[in-house]
């Protein structure tokens, strides 16, 4: 009697140990995601820690930017956040704020999550992320084709005059952040003025002009490319 049940221990024993030696042999996931292409041969020895496959998460999405430590007096999290891939947008809110910044460029990295049911978007993709702030700060805003860049100093041309005949005078400005075909000027330039938006750079100070803005293109905040 002893002997059947040391030999039923012992086959237990067995089977334990087989069972644990089938779940070394399993791979699982440590969470649901979308996995890619296969990195082994079937039937390869495998070693531990060698790649597989990669999984990744791809809802909810997490994306990263860096923002200039000026950012930081108006950054919190839960802000929202937008991500722009070709014409595609997706929203979501900030979720991690990183507690130190780069000590070579000072700015400070930012991750946001929104979500992703269809699965459009897909890790390691180009991006542009807005972050919205909630503070309305009203600025001075130009089109992007008003300004001349040089090496000296950045300028545009302003319209003097009433009524015609009308003339420029260039004016250097410090312009800010870029926002669509639209340029912040923070100095130089006050509300009420006129600018010449296309060919300034023909211009020279003092030079007569004819106002026409039947073929001036539209400056748009979200420009869209046309489908052609």
Not at 155 to 172: D, L, M, N
Request: aromatic content about 4%; hydrophobic content about 40%.
């Amino acid at each position: 009697m002893q002997a059947a049940q040391a030999r039923a221990q012992q086959a237990r024993a067995a089977v334990t140990g087989l069972r644990a030696l089938i779940a070394k042999k399993t791979l699982r996931a440590p969470f649901a995601g979308r996995i890619g292409i296969r990195q082994v041969e079937l039937g390869q020895v495998v070693a531990a820690g060698a790649p597989v496959a990669s999984l990744q998460t791809v809802d909810p999405m997490q994306v990263e930017v860096t923002l200039p430590q000026r950012a930081l007096e108006g950054l919190e999290l839960g802000q929202r956040v937008r991500v722009t891939v070709g014409q595609q947008t997706a929203k979501g809110r900030v979720t991690t704020i990183n507690p130190e910044l780069d000590s070579s460029t000072r700015n400070v990295r930012v991750r946001a999550t929104l979500a992703n049911t269809d699965g459009s978007l897909l890790p390691g993709m180009a991006a542009s992320v807005d972050v919205y702030s909630g503070a309305q700060d009203p600025v001075r805003v130009v089109p992007a084709s008003s300004i001349i860049y040089a090496p000296y100093g950045d300028s545009v041309f302003v319209i003097k005059g009433e009524q015609a005949p009308f003339t420029v005078e260039q004016r250097f400005v410090r312009i800010g952040d870029r926002r669509g075909d639209f340029v912040s000027v923070l100095k130089g330039l006050d509300a009420k003025e006129t600018v010449v938006s296309t060919g300034a750079f023909k211009l020279k100070n003092g030079m007569t002009v004819v106002v026409d803005n039947k073929l001036a293109p539209r400056a748009e905040l979200e420009p869209q490319p046309e489908n052609r």
